[in-house]
């Protein structure tokens, strides 16, 4: 899906547009830091927009699988640390390059980003160092789906966590401080972990001795090896997807995050987690996942099962969203399970349908539950809390607000028409072709429905209660979500449009990597 | 190869090039062969005489100050690829991995010169004692041979006693006879290892001690004693060389000194002859006992492991910042003991690049936490952080910077230190040793978030803004700029590492 626009775009910019799309933001935060309270928001905005802008450009112009370099474009490679005296030793690199995976989550990082910095309009404290961090956190964000090094991906994922700390902490509501950190040792704990397997896979690419993936993929691992390193990625990622038990950080941080800073979590961070799965588990070292498909498929259903229960308990609305975002993610976990195995059993169009799922099930939840964050935030300024059983007759009190309400949820539980019916049921194809016990996993939406449904009774469609005062949200608040809007539905009806960037890679990935 | 700061240094060298030549035509050749390369240290102990002098009509900083300043040229003038490393007549050599720890408490010194501004820099005893423990830091680091290092250790350990008893604090006391009396048994610890070498082996100098345990090691039947009696001499060692490192089983004294001494002699301590005790026994045990690797490696190993959790567990437990640092800094060389462990050049390459990060990053940490000592004019606990950001921006942003580089977080230098120790122990097979470490570093961010979260989450207890001292911020400026530089431009300072390791093993 090129178009000859966006390729002359991109070949008239100086430099590495990669570079120049992490770079960016970094002076964009600079200046919001330097240039005061009173333009850094207007500063956020430009950057995020021309960010956005870029994204756009880049999909549009960038083919999902280029020539060289196993598929990827603009690639770019720096020494950071030399692990010697010599220029022969080896390194620890900064690599860069885009193939179409990577193109969508960049699509969907600067999507979110864009939206959450527009949603920001409620901070008033101290905005400068609000934006400067919020900007530095899309650098990270962007690095990590830009990376090709391990210690680069490793760099960049531990990066997103100060900004993404500060800003929960410091602008989150009460009690947000621990959740911050409760949010950092979590993650750390895991990327630790990850960073061990990472480690393992330099060693067995001796005697080249390298972190690049485009070295260290399709390397065939040794059984136990396999399953270390499965398991390395699943504490890595599995923090941050979240799966249960590896879950418990993130409820506490979405709930006490301020709402821009929920949007980021759910819209991105969760993303890191499926695509860290994606990229260093399918695309670099199949093997792996394939060794630990089945508890993994096991865990996903679980996590699906128990988290849309536990969603159901909530009465926070907020705290009700940061659990359907688990829900979702393990759809994710499944999609990556079911490819890993159908992959092994070389059931190829099982396969390719489960990998197109996930990756559509994290574009689709991305979008999807930024709406649905903003929108659970916006009840507080709409009507004085969050609490699902006091709220009541938004429909009547505030339609504009309700009516995003009652879309954002439809599309939360998957109704046909909307992006998250299609993620679903790619994911679902795909997985019940050779392991049929995964429909199980159906019964975590049917508790999906049942548990938003109930939401929407009470807070939409009941009758208004006199005694509270519920006040309609006005535009400026209500245009993020509109706008996040548009995609939900444009991919519901055209889900091409993502899979078409993605379809070439996953091609390539069956075929065992070599190029076509 | 050439790296990155030889450019700087020949411009160094051209720059003085009549000094060094004047030095080179006056000084008999004989004198010159024998002391040269000790210069640096020479020029420290004279410098500190005068400072003792002028020290008693006025202020002796600026002459401590110029001793430093110059012993940092006459290290770059006079190479000991050039010139031949040997002075003493072999008791004291500069190689490439002397060096490196030569310019780590180089640094320090300028660092803690300029904190001393705060409090003690004015009186010529306190200058003459620190002047003539960075002398005896540099002869430790150079020392090849067990009588020579037993010397240069007791002149760089005898006037710390002194400096942690001068503090201002009323249990400085306190702190420095717990010093005296744990150094003073780490003392005799090493003469006795001392002897026992030489009484197996009837020699001191180091390398030679390798050449007699490599015999011995070759075919230990029938010379089981002399084997098990180098093995106890070991053992000897690193008790008492990590005495002064505070690793386990020797920590006990660290907190207590580091907390009730003046912060600048603490910045000293953690950040200069901590190193000394650490380049100290990377060279006994690389240089002297490599060949009984395999019997160290677990011993040091366990060490490693011990120190680390101790030093978090307890660092967790403080409220005291001082005393939470102090900590930390036994949980850091729980780390740094890791790359020793491994006993690889990677993994000797990682640890001296993680002593040098740590005596950055630690050394900035405690002179700006005395800054605010002193300006509050008490103890720095966390309650006194509250709202730092708003009362100090600069001072609340220089600290987190240092506290997440000692977490090892990206921006940081601490970074990579921090990779390549739990890298270069995986690369050896030591991967359930890296996932200690780094689960280990997991566990400290209990503490070194609490202060991220006091000096950014929490409202400040009083109004107004914190103005600290301008000599001693520029200096924690100065390690700020460092140590994100040195995050976006590691190659500036890692090969150096890389080939101090290589020196030690060739």
Not at chain 1, 293 to 307: D, K, Q, S
Not at chain 2, 99 to 126: C, E, H, Q, R, W
Not at chain 2, 252 to 281: F, H, R
Not at chain 2, 404 to 426: D, N, Q
Request: glycine content about 8%.
């Amino acid at each position: 899906m090129q178009s000859a626009l966006a390729e002359a775009i991109l070949s008239m910019l100086p430099g590495n547009v990669l570079i120049l799309m992490l770079v960016i933001p970094l002076v964009g935060g600079f200046l919001a830091y330097v240039l005061g309270s009173r333009s850094a928001r207007a500063i956020a905005l430009l950057t995020t927009t021309v960010e956005l802008g870029f994204a756009i450009v880049l999909a549009l112009g960038t083919p999902a699988m280029a020539a060289d370099h196993q598929g990827m474009s603009y690639y770019f490679e720096m020494t950071l640390a030399t692990l010697g005296t010599s220029s022969s030793s080896p390194a620890i690199r900064f690599v860069l390059g885009v193939d179409g995976i990577s193109l969508v989550m960049i699509l969907l990082s600067n999507l979110v980003v864009f939206i959450a910095a527009l949603s920001s309009n409620h901070i008033k404290d101290s905005e400068r160092s609000y934006y400067a961090l919020f900007l530095l956190l899309q650098t990270g964000l962007l690095g990590v789906f830009m990376s090709l090094d391990l210690i680069g991906f490793f760099l960049f994922w531990e990066l997103v966590l100060i900004p993404m700390f500060f800003i929960v902490g410091g602008w989150g509501e009460e009690g947000s401080q621990h959740a911050a950190v409760k949010f950092f040792i979590y993650t750390h704990f895991g990327s630790g972990v990850m960073l061990v397997g990472f480690f393992v896979l330099y060693l067995l690419s001796a005697p080249v001795y390298t972190f690049n993936m485009l070295v260290l993929r399709g390397m065939g691992l040794d059984p136990m090896v396999q399953i270390g390193f499965a398991i390395a990625l699943f504490f890595g990622a599995g923090v941050k997807l979240p799966v249960w038990p590896l879950h418990n950080w993130l409820p506490w941080a979405h709930v006490k995050a301020p709402t821009p800073g929920s949007v980021i979590l759910a819209g991105i961070l969760l993303k890191m987690g499926g695509y860290a799965f994606v990229r260093l588990g399918l695309w670099m070292v199949p093997d792996a996942i394939a060794a630990l498909a089945i508890p993994f498929a096991v865990l996903a259903i679980f996590t699906c099962i128990y988290a849309a229960f536990t969603a159901m308990a909530q009465t926070d609305m907020k705290s009700m969203v940061a659990y359907t975002s688990i829900n979702h993610m393990s759809w994710v976990l499944l999609g990556v399970a079911a490819y890993g195995w159908n992959y092994s059993i070389g059931a190829t169009m099982a396969a390719n349908l489960a990998l197109q799922g996930a990756i559509f099930m994290m574009f689709s939840h991305g979008t999807i539950i930024s709406v649905m964050f903003i929108v659970a935030g916006q009840m507080k300024y709409a009507a004085g809390t969050r609490e699902i059983p006091e709220i009541k007759g938004l429909m009547a009190k505030a339609p504009h607000l309700a009516s995003v309400t009652i879309l954002a949820s439809l599309a939360a539980f998957g109704l046909p028409g909307f992006s998250g019916f299609i993620a679903e049921i790619l994911v679902l194809f795909g997985s019940v072709v050779n392991l049929f016990w995964t429909a199980l996993i159906t019964f975590g939406i049917f508790v999906t429905v049942g548990y938003i449904l109930w939401m929407l009774n009470r807070v939409v469609f009941s009758d208004p209660d006199e005694e509270k005062e519920i006040t309609e949200a006005p535009w400026e608040d209500l245009i993020a979500p509109i706008l996040m809007m548009i995609p939900v539905i444009l991919l519901g009806i055209w889900p091409d449009l993502i899979i078409g960037i993605v379809q070439p890679v996953i091609d390539v990935m069956l075929a065992g990597g070599a190029l076509p | 190869m050439m790296h990155q700061l030889d450019l700087l240094a020949d411009f160094i060298r051209t720059l003085f090039a009549p000094l060094s030549d004047a030095i080179t035509a006056l000084v008999p050749t004989e004198l010159l062969n024998d002391y040269l390369m000790s210069l640096p240290a020479i020029t420290l102990v004279v410098f500190a005489g005068i400072a003792l002098l002028v020290g008693l009509r006025y202020n002796p900083l600026p002459v401590s100050f110029i001793g430093v300043i110059l012993a940092t040229v006459e290290m770059v003038l006079f190479e000991p690829d050039v010139l031949g490393g040997s002075s003493f007549g072999g008791l004291f050599v500069r190689d490439a991995f002397g060096d490196f720890f030569i310019y780590i408490i180089l640094m320090v010194a300028f660092l803690v010169l300029m904190s001393t501004t705060l409090y003690g820099g004015n009186k010529g005893p306190y200058n003459f004692l620190l002047m003539v423990s960075f002398a005896g830091a540099i002869w430790v680091v150079m020392a090849t041979d067990f009588v020579g290092l037993f010397m240069a250790w007791e002149l760089m350990s005898t006037p710390t006693y002194m400096l942690v008893a001068l503090s201002p604090h009323r249990e400085g006391i306190d702190g420095a006879t717990k010093y005296f009396v744990m150094g003073l048994l780490s003392t005799s610890l090493m003469l006795l290892g001392i002897t026992l070498v030489y009484g197996v082996t009837g020699t001191t100098a180091l390398s030679e001690v390798g050449t007699q345990v490599a015999i011995i090691w070759a075919s230990p039947y029938g010379v089981e004693n002399a084997a098990y009696t180098l093995l106890l001499a070991m053992v000897l060692f690193i008790v008492a060389f990590g005495f002064k490192v505070g690793i386990f089983p020797g920590w006990q004294w660290v907190p207590d000194a580091y907390a009730s001494a003046d912060g600048s002699v603490t910045g000293y301590l953690a950040g200069g002859s901590k190193k000394t005790g650490v380049s100290a026994l990377i060279r006994i045990m690389m240089v002297a006992f490599l060949v009984a690797k395999t019997e160290w490696m677990p011993l040091i190993v366990a060490v490693a492991i011990l120190t680390m959790v101790i030093g978090n567990v307890l660092a967790l437990a403080q409220k005291d910042i001082m005393r939470m640092l102090a900590y930390s800094s036994i949980a850091m060389m729980g780390y740094l003991f890791i790359g020793l462990a491994v006993g690889t050049e990677y993994g000797a390459a990682a640890a001296i690049f993680h002593a040098f990060t740590h005596a950055l990053t630690k050394t900035a940490a405690f002179i700006l936490i005395w800054a605010m000592s002193v300006r509050l004019a008490k103890r720095i606990k966390y309650d006194d952080l509250a709202g730092l950001s708003k009362r100090s921006p600069l001072a609340a942003l220089t600290l987190t910077v240092f506290v997440l580089s000692l977490a090892g977080m990206p921006l940081t230098v601490g970074f990579y230190s921090k990779i390549l120790l739990f890298h270069s122990a995986a690369v050896a097979g030591l991967w359930w040793l890296a996932l200690i470490g780094i689960i280990n570093s997991v566990f400290s961010l209990g503490y070194y978030l609490r202060v991220l979260k006091y000096s950014y989450f929490m409202e400040p207890k009083e109004k107004g803004k914190l103005v600290l001292a301008r000599i001693p911020m520029a200096a924690v400026v100065l390690c700020f700029v460092a140590v994100v530089g040195l995050f976006l431009y590691a190659d500036l300072i890692l090969p150096y590492a890389f080939e101090a390791a290589q020196a030690l093993l060739s």
